[in-house]
């Protein structure tokens, strides 16, 4: 493939060679040559075109790639965001729960023991009135048999 640009360049040459006309500011010059020039970047453009649409093309192609990947990337991200604050909201949740099973837990054991003084205060009480009860009988029986 011939390069345009010097294809336009021997155009030029052809020009600035041309011999000066007699009339006007034009000049003349071999047309054949002129023709054969033209003909060549004819057949150099739709080359230069299909590898400048092709180059189009590939990049094209390529920044629809890049695109999706970007965007498959900002989706696993979110995606990603998404689990770890759904994790963080279970782990408070779950945080809340035992915080309240630790606090129920706490309120049975101040019953429980709140129930096993009043009953132990019952027991020593009731202890306390049948040992007294024995001891007056004992000392009643002492006080008959001392009168005796």
């Known amino acids: 493939m011939e390069d345009v640009e010097d294809l336009l360049l021997q155009l030029e040459q052809e020009l600035n060679?041309?011999?000066?006309?007699?009339?006007?500011?034009?000049?003349?010059?071999?047309?054949?040559?002129?023709?054969?020039?033209?003909?060549?970047?004819?057949?150099?453009?739709?080359?230069?075109?299909?590898?400048?649409?092709?180059?189009v093309q590939t990049n094209e192609k390529r920044r629809q790639e890049e695109t999706l990947r970007a965007q498959n990337l900002i989706q696993a991200a979110q995606a990603r965001a998404d689990e770890m604050l759904n994790e963080h909201a279970i782990i408070q949740q779950a945080q809340r729960e035992a915080d309240a099973i630790r606090a129920q837990a706490m309120d049975y054991k101040v019953q429980v023991e709140r129930k096993i003084r009043q009953e132990l205060t019952d027991l020593l009480a009731e202890t306390e009135s049948v040992l007294s009860?024995?001891?007056?009988?004992?000392?009643?029986?002492?006080?008959?048999?001392?009168?005796?």
């Open 17 to 55: 060679e041309g011999k000066k006309s007699l009339f006007g500011g034009g000049v003349t010059v071999d047309a054949e040559t002129m023709y054969g020039i033209i003909d060549r970047i004819r057949a150099a453009l739709p080359e230069m075109i299909r590898e400048a649409k092709y180059i």
């Open 133 to 148: 009860d024995a001891l007056n009988i004992i000392h009643r029986s002492q006080l008959k048999y001392d009168n005796r």
